[in-house]
């Protein structure tokens, strides 16, 4: 039997599944915690991803690696390769300002989508190397490489020292807004505007099924987070996965580039050569967890109640913005609660607005990406929020077509691992691995649940 490995090097931990190369059947697996916060030495991530390797039984017997990680982060090295700072994590917000400003310079959001289909936010990695050259420019004229964690992981693994080797691939590169995924090929000119005229090495883009060997074993290109999960869940064409993590993703695979100029949708590639069009929330999981850390209950219980309240929740609406939120770009507005009386205040309506929120607010970006022309056949819904059986249940109410919900996995690692077959192979496709089994929920769409939403969402806007 052939083995290969998957790590998933998330904001909050890393995963690693050790997977047969030929099935995907998972047969060993480790996880090591990350360091809360914005900005990590991304050593953490390094000693991580050891001891999820050592929880999962070590490499030694497996042929080939690939990671997968979270997207967006600025890592930046000198020219001996060592760390110059500590990496700004996608969560980051105080470049706002400075995407702001390089949205202004190069012309506006349309200037953008047409040259990288991708609108800088304060998480896109092209603001923060801005923010760095405004904000600590002696650590930018230090900076000789730039790269994204993925990228520095895996040349970790690997064990190269010089940064002319490192590597990354399309669907973590069109996470930058310097790397334009219809065209395959950096954006150099903007990497110059954000950094105002330093240009720093940027890692070799390699394709889906390429990878390097070192010491006997092949590492793969690896992947952003959400292309692995696509390439996991073997997503095609009318599927859009919604993942309820630590933020909220609605994408979608597709065959033809998206230009989105309102920089709703960024026009990511995925992990095979095609698309992947994206939409991200700053607010998904966590509003769970602060409804039942409101009404003192346990995340079974927030579902008990929410599933005994009527949809709609008797009026109260809730608008999600805990920690600001990315999209639609509001990074200093707040959550809000609309319709509060005394006939509605209960702990059960309380519930149900915050899923029914959680859930709208998703439903925005579903709306986004097909109004690009987007195909809709089902939802597959994925991430530690997924658990929630109310979420489930609702979400078809909301959404308005099936949702299929994965057997519970680490589909960033699966998508890794699925990756690293596919590189040890070197075949034209991804190997069909045995399909992940779901349950389908269905239900009769409650459309005044998102009417009810959009009228109050944009009151949102400027609060403090």
């Known amino acids: 039997m052939t083995l290969v490995a998957g790590i998933d090097s998330s904001t909050q931990s890393c995963k690693v599944l050790i997977c047969d190369a030929d099935t995907g059947a998972v047969l060993r697996e480790g996880?090591?915690?990350?360091?809360?916060?914005?900005?990590?030495?991304?050593?953490?991530?390094?000693?991580?991803?050891?001891?999820?390797?050592?929880?999962?039984?070590?490499?030694?017997?497996?042929?080939?690696?690939?990671v997968g990680a979270q997207q967006h982060g600025m890592v930046c090295l000198d020219d001996t390769g060592k760390l110059v700072r500590d990496a700004l994590l996608w969560n980051d917000i105080r470049s706002a300002d400075a995407a702001t400003a390089l949205v202004e310079e190069l012309g506006g959001p349309d200037a953008w989508a047409d040259a990288?289909?991708?609108?800088?936010?304060?998480?896109?990695?092209?603001?923060?190397?801005?923010?760095?050259?405004?904000?600590?420019?002696?650590?930018a004229d230090r900076t000789a490489a730039v790269c994204l964690p993925h990228d520095w992981l895996t040349w970790r693994l690997r064990g190269d020292t010089d940064i002319v080797e490192l590597t990354t691939d399309r669907?973590?590169?069109?996470?930058?807004?310097y790397y334009d995924a219809a065209g395959d090929g950096y954006r150099t000119d903007l990497l110059e505007l954000a950094l105002r005229g330093r240009h720093p090495v940027l890692p070799t883009v390699l394709g889906p099924a390429e990878s390097c060997d070192r010491a006997g074993r092949v590492f793969g290109a690896g992947l952003g987070d959400?292309?692995?999960?696509?390439?996991?869940?073997?997503?095609?064409?009318?599927?859009?996965?919604?993942s309820v993590g630590t933020s909220g993703v609605v994408s979608a695979v597709a065959v033809d580039p998206v230009r989105d100029d309102t920089g709703f949708v960024a026009g990511?590639?995925?992990?095979?050569?095609?698309?992947?069009?994206?939409?991200?929330?700053?607010?998904?999981a966590r509003v769970l967890d602060a409804a039942a850390a409101m009404l003192q209950v346990d995340h079974a219980e927030l579902s008990r109640l929410a599933l005994s309240a009527p949809p709609g929740s008797e009026g109260l609406v809730l608008v999600p913005y805990l920690e600001g939120e990315r999209t639609p770009n509001r990074p200093n507005a707040s959550g809000a609660l609309h319709g509060l009386r005394v006939a509605n205040a209960t702990p059960a309506n309380l519930a149900r607005a915050a899923v029914e929120g959680l859930l709208c607010a998703l439903a925005d970006g579903i709306t986004q990406l097909t109004r690009h022309g987007i195909p809709l056949r089902r939802v597959l819904l994925i991430g530690g929020g997924a658990r929630s059986e109310a979420l489930r249940a609702i979400a078809p109410q909301v959404f308005g077509v099936p949702v299929l919900v994965p057997d519970p996995a680490e589909y960033v690692a699966r998508g890794a691992a699925r990756q690293a077959a596919w590189a040890l192979r070197g075949a034209a496709e991804p190997p069909a691995w045995q399909p992940t089994q779901t349950v389908r929920y269905e239900a009769d769409p409650v459309p005044t649940v998102r009417q009810r939403y959009a009228d109050v969402r944009d009151l949102t806007e400027g609060v403090q």
């Open 171 to 177: 669907s973590d590169a069109s996470g930058t807004g």
């Open 226 to 242: 959400n292309a692995a999960a696509a390439l996991g869940l073997a997503a095609e064409p009318g599927d859009v996965v919604v």
């Open 268 to 284: 990511f590639a995925d992990g095979t050569g095609r698309h992947l069009p994206l939409v991200c929330t700053l607010n998904a």
């Open 116 to 139: 990288v289909g991708v609108v800088p936010l304060a998480s896109i990695t092209v603001a923060k190397l801005r923010w760095l050259a405004d904000h600590e420019p002696h650590h």
């Open 31 to 66: 996880r090591a915690a990350h360091p809360d916060g914005t900005e990590v030495d991304p050593a953490f991530w390094e000693s991580a991803a050891d001891d999820a390797v050592r929880a999962a039984g070590g490499l030694d017997d497996v042929a080939a690696v690939a």
